[in-house]
């Protein structure tokens, strides 16, 4: 990261400047101002790191034209997200299918964004704006559209009252959870910015949080991945299996602490402000299944897809075709929540098939339990649950499992090839 004194000043002014205004009683005041320096200040840190050819490099150094352009996406981008506000004022209470255009306009939004980009080329190479600027939206826009489309159903199902347009901008621009999520409710944060927990205890560990997950993302992970797939395989070098096995396990391991860290991050400037954001990690490696993986991997994730997925399809699907096809119809819900899941993390082929591979193996685990049950009796299944062996063998079953779906999802078709000829050539010199 690129002038990371700048970058950290940058975020001090932000949390003492939201902190003020959080502080003012009159919500006329206080949210539009919430809203304002969470717009302003997503738009001057993001002015201060480009990648170019993966290079870090500010955009200030570019001239005033890059600044204009930059800003301007900025303010685009605002007119999209005050477009949905609009939209779910005018739909989320009717009744019928209305609300559903109002939760579906933050989707169709990112849709548009992530898989038709390539047909708007020629229009952006005439804007100037480079594949890096739309690059840096679709990350924000991927975690917002989710929150947004919530928050939608959140007011239809009278959890929330209709925010103000302030109120959903500050929630949508809300800079700790922006770019990386966790993908927080706005009733969570909506009662966090009206209890204003500002106690000493709290402030003390979110300041801890912060220094932790800048740890695990600015150091650990960084060494974790020298020895994943790009660490271990770039070198144009012949390689052994054994290395495959150690660059799987590492990458999975920098997932982890890239992203978890990033979340740590997030949920403690959020907690300098006083507010909660939920938990997106719960030690993932001890996970027994693939179930109980996506309870500790990506938390807010997988809520949100049972909630507006996965319990939905599966009651219409029962309803429709009866109780006695309730598991074709569970088989067929999680498919499709892990379909969505695996698209939603990029496009291209290798993210659905991470979906698949999720899939079939929640889909599996269901199935076997069912299998264990009719054929261990209760009594025997709880045994079989409480035997220390068989959880031993059941969490490095899951990590292995885990592990070998995390290569399709990191690497391209060209880097799986590169990988390949390393270890064939690898045997060829054993071999001689």
């Not at 698209?343 to 979906?355: D, I």
């Not at 193996?361 to 035997?387: A, C, D, H, P, Q």
């Amino acid at each position: 990261m690129s002038n990371l004194p700048l970058f950290i000043l940058l975020l001090a002014g932000y949390v003492i400047l939201t902190r003020i205004a959080l502080r003012i009683r009159s919500d006329k005041v206080r949210l539009p101002l919430f809203a304002i320096f969470n717009i302003a200040f997503v738009a001057l840190l993001s002015l201060q790191t480009r990648y170019h050819d993966w290079e870090p490099e500010p955009i200030l150094s570019l001239g005033q034209g890059a600044v204009v352009r930059h800003l301007a996406l900025i303010g685009f981008y605002v007119l999209i997200v005050a477009a949905g506000y609009f939209l779910m004022r005018a739909l989320a209470n009717k009744a019928g299918m209305l609300p559903w255009i109002a939760f579906s306009y933050p989707i169709l939004v990112l849709i548009l964004f992530k898989y038709f980009y390539f047909a708007w080329e020629p229009f952006v190479e005439r804007l100037g704006w480079d594949d890096w600027v739309l690059a840096a939206t679709i990350i924000g826009l991927s975690y917002m559209a989710f929150r947004l489309s919530f928050l939608v159903l959140e007011v239809r199902n009278e959890i929330v009252e209709m925010p103000s347009l302030s109120g959903y901008l500050g929630f949508a621009f809300f800079l700790p959870t922006m770019i990386v999520g966790p993908i927080n409710p706005f009733s969570v944060h909506k009662r966090s910015l009206d209890s204003g927990s500002f106690d000493s205890g709290y402030i003390a560990r979110s300041f801890l949080r912060v220094a932790v997950g800048s740890v695990k993302f600015l150091f650990l992970a960084n060494l974790a991945n020298q020895l994943s797939y790009a660490g271990i395989f770039l070198d144009q070098k012949p390689h052994g299996p054994i290395d495959l096995v150690v660059a799987a396990v590492f990458y999975y391991i920098f997932l982890y602490l890239n992203f978890s860290g990033i979340c740590d991050i997030a949920i403690g400037i959020a907690g300098l402000l006083g507010i909660r954001v939920i938990e997106n990690f719960d030690n993932p490696f001890l996970a027994r299944n693939i179930k109980d993986f996506w309870n500790r991997w990506h938390i807010s994730l997988s809520v949100w897809a049972r909630d507006i997925i996965f319990s939905p399809l599966s009651k219409y699907l029962i309803r429709r075709f009866g109780i006695g096809y309730t598991n074709a119809a569970l088989t067929v819900t999680t498919f499709v929540v892990f379909l969505v899941i695996g698209v939603w993390h990029g496009v291209g082929w290798r993210f659905a098939l991470f979906g698949v591979i999720h899939a079939a193996g929640v889909i599996g685990n269901y199935y076997y339990t069912i299998f264990l049950k009719k054929r261990l009796g209760k009594e025997g299944f709880r045994k079989y649950n409480k035997s220390k062996l068989i959880h031993a063998i059941a969490v490095v079953t899951t990590f292995a499992y885990v592990t070998a779906s995390f290569s399709v999802f990191a690497n391209s078709y060209n880097q799986l090839g590169i990988i390949k000829n390393a270890i064939t050539e690898g045997f060829f010199i054993s071999g001689n």
